[in-house]
């Protein structure tokens, strides 16, 4: 077999594994059935998110940790905001709001933080309370000041959807290997960014972050989870490898600092454009730690 036929046949087989989402498509007799994964597809993809090698601490030359924030209105996060709307949407396709809040509730995330520093576990009672808000409409008041019991229809339920996200927040660590020689980037928390649930009418109401989720926990069930894929949609992409590559565009907010890691709007306020020019101050000054290594 020539090298060209070989390189042509081990690429056919990686892309046969991921397409399994919708491979089934083309054989479905019903509507069900075009989603269904067959035993044969079971045994062959068995594949895991790739592992993250093992870093000793003493090969760690230099390190960053930075803040982000993915704004969901720039089109290249749009895979991470979209589908907004499920009910005449496939299994497989979710939002990665959706995602995470999905296996929040039924247990295979169970790595929730209040903050980006990952001392104060949550739980789902706690994140219920962010996302949720239950209250009493005036009709609602009127049958309770007269002593009547209060009607369901009068007991207004908000809950924060995937329409409601509008950037999330993630967390990472920039480092140096001196064993390879090159810079490099681990993801250690995402949070998903939206209005309080109280006040989402408010167009001028402060953003919040509803909750933190350890990356590395969350891998298993974001590698299982496919984001829309553009430019071929028999190809979906994890999750996991559209955050692990930095599939996204983000700006960074914050820093480690010896100022107790403010924040860039906390010493430039008012100014958004020098924000985001101090923000690429930094970016740079990461990449430039890399190109000073090979530089005598």
């Given at each position: 077999?020539?090298?060209?036929?070989?390189?042509?046949?081990?690429?056919?087989?990686?892309?046969?594994?991921?397409?399994?989402?919708?491979?089934?498509?083309?054989?479905?007799?019903?509507?069900?059935?075009?989603?269904?994964?067959?035993?044969?597809?079971?045994?062959?993809?068995?594949?895991?998110?790739?592992?993250?090698?093992?870093?000793?601490?003493?090969?760690?030359?230099?390190?960053?940790?930075?803040?982000?924030?993915?704004?969901?209105?720039?089109?290249?996060?749009?895979?991470?905001?979209?589908?907004?709307?499920?009910?005449?949407?496939?299994?497989?396709?979710?939002?990665?709001?959706?995602?995470?809040?999905?296996?929040?509730?039924?247990?295979?995330?169970?790595?929730?933080?209040?903050?980006?520093?990952?001392?104060?576990?949550?739980?789902?009672?706690?994140?219920?309370?962010?996302?949720?808000?239950?209250?009493?409409?005036?009709?609602?008041?009127?049958?309770?000041?007269?002593?009547?019991?209060?009607?369901?229809?009068?007991?207004?339920?908000?809950?924060?959807?995937?329409?409601?996200?509008?950037?999330?927040?993630?967390?990472?660590?920039?480092?140096?290997?001196?064993?390879?020689?090159?810079?490099?980037?681990?993801?250690?928390?995402?949070?998903?960014?939206?209005?309080?649930?109280n006040f989402l009418d408010d167009a001028s109401?402060?953003?919040?972050?509803?909750?933190?989720?350890?990356?590395?926990?969350?891998?298993?069930?974001?590698?299982?989870?496919?984001?829309?894929?553009?430019?071929?949609?028999?190809?979906?992409?994890?999750?996991d490898h559209l955050l692990n590559s930095r599939?996204?565009?983000?700006?960074?907010?914050?820093?480690?600092?010896?100022?107790?890691?403010?924040?860039?709007?906390?010493?430039?306020?008012?100014?958004?454009?020098?924000?985001?020019?101090?923000?690429?101050?930094?970016?740079?000054?990461?990449?430039?730690?890399?190109?000073?290594?090979?530089?005598?």
């Amino acid at each position: 077999m020539s090298l060209k036929r070989l390189i042509f046949v081990a690429l056919g087989l990686l892309m046969t594994v991921p397409a399994f989402a919708q491979g089934n498509i083309l054989n479905a007799k019903t509507p069900d059935e075009m989603f269904e994964v067959t035993e044969e597809q079971k045994a062959k993809d068995n594949d895991k998110p790739l592992p993250y090698g093992y870093v000793e601490k003493r090969d760690v030359l230099w390190a960053k940790n930075t803040w982000e924030v993915i704004d969901l209105d720039e089109r290249v996060n749009f895979p991470l905001y979209y589908p907004i709307d499920t009910v005449n949407m496939g299994s497989d396709r979710r939002s990665l709001f959706d995602v995470l809040v999905k296996n929040i509730k039924n247990g295979k995330i169970d790595a929730i933080y209040r903050d980006s520093y990952f001392t104060e576990k949550i739980q789902l009672e706690d994140l219920s309370a962010a996302m949720v808000k239950i209250d009493t409409s005036d009709e609602g008041y009127d049958q309770f000041n007269a002593g009547e019991p209060i009607s369901d229809y009068n007991i207004e339920r908000t809950e924060i959807t995937s329409y409601d996200i509008n950037a999330y927040h993630v967390r990472g660590y920039w480092y140096i290997d001196k064993r390879q020689g090159e810079l490099k980037y681990r993801l250690l928390g995402i949070a998903p960014v939206s209005g309080d649930v109280n006040f989402l009418d408010d167009a001028s109401a402060a953003d919040i972050e509803l909750f933190w989720v350890w990356f590395p926990g969350a891998r298993e069930v974001l590698h299982n989870a496919k984001a829309f894929n553009r430019k071929n949609t028999s190809l979906p992409i994890s999750f996991d490898h559209l955050l692990n590559s930095r599939r996204f565009n983000a700006t960074i907010y914050q820093e480690d600092n010896v100022q107790g890691d403010r924040k860039v709007k906390e010493y430039i306020s008012d100014n958004a454009m020098m924000q985001l020019l101090e923000s690429n101050r930094i970016k740079e000054n990461i990449r430039n730690i890399e190109q000073d290594l090979w530089n005598y």
